[in-house]
């Protein structure tokens, strides 16, 4: 039996690989080898940083700076697999649909969710409209397609994990997922989804730096407390 899992993060960003990135490389350190990460973006505006870090087998620097200046260093090793963009998400489809992979995690931003001050979905959004009629150029066209592989392979359950720091995060991600396949006619999905899913709440850290400048091989990471 493989007891190897996946922990696939879509929206590969500075948040994801001063934070989430850390955490998986510090399991895998004390001993835990099971997991590791799979990464990719929805957009292809961030695909030079995917490239960079697919060159360094997905390995790069984590700066951390203390209250009182202190920097400290740290090579991270958690991102294993680094997904190409490609028109149709193909690469992160496929991964998000592998029987191996337990946990989808994301962070498209507050905006990404295209939801109105009512909570449900913004339809008049071009890239809704487009992901409405089979196109994936939102989380939840993305995952539509995720979750019907799943379901056609018999994939098993999985985590779907909204990190972006929205209040009730999880269900807002949950709703605005069930009517997307509602508008779809996708009743199958929403059957499978809710017997086979959870969308828990979680709650996103502070800001922090960006790399800027720096290569994907030198990440200026979040102050530490």
Same mark, same amino acid.
């Given at each position: 039996?493989?007891?190897?899992? @996946? ?6 960003? #500075? ?5 989430? %990135? ?5 399991? &895998? ?10 990464? =990719? ?5 961030? +695909?030079?940083?995917?490239? %960079?870090?697919? %060159?360094? =087998? ?11 200046? +202190?920097?400290?260093?740290? +090579?991270?090793?958690? &991102? ?15 991964? =998000? ?9 994301? @962070?498209?931003? +507050? ?12 339809? #008049? ?10 196109? !994936? ?25 909204? !990190? ?32 086979? @899913?959870? !969308?828990?709440? @979680? ?12 290569? %994907? ?9």
């Amino acid at each position: 039996m493989n007891n190897q899992f @996946t922990w696939l993060h879509i929206g590969l960003g #500075s948040f994801h690989r001063a934070h989430q %990135a850390w955490y998986l490389h510090r399991l &895998i350190a004390s001993g835990d080898k099971r997991w590791h990460i799979a990464a =990719g973006n929805i957009r292809n505006d961030a +695909e030079q940083v995917v490239q %960079a870090l697919a %060159a360094q =087998g997905g390995r790069y620097v984590l700066e951390t700076v203390s209250p009182e200046g +202190e920097r400290e260093y740290e +090579e991270i090793t958690s &991102i294993q697999k680094l997904l190409p963009w490609q028109a149709g998400l193909q690469p992160l489809i496929n991964e =998000g649909a592998n029987p191996q992979t337990k946990v989808i995690a994301f @962070t498209v931003t +507050e905006g990404g969710y295209y939801l109105n001050t009512r909570h449900q979905l913004e339809t #008049s959004n071009p890239d809704l409209q487009a992901d409405l009629q089979g196109e !994936c150029k939102t989380i939840y066209g993305t995952l539509a397609r995720i979750l019907e592989k799943r379901m056609a392979d018999d994939a098993g359950p999985l985590t779907l994990l909204n !990190c972006d720091n929205v209040r009730h995060n999880g269900e807002r991600f949950h709703d605005g997922m069930v009517e997307f396949l509602q508008l779809t006619g996708k009743q199958a999905v929403i059957d499978w989804m809710a017997a086979n @899913t959870t !969308c828990p709440n @979680t709650h996103g850290g502070p800001h922090h730096p960006a790399s800027g400048g720096r290569s %994907a091989g030198s990440h200026q990471g979040a102050n530490r407390d």
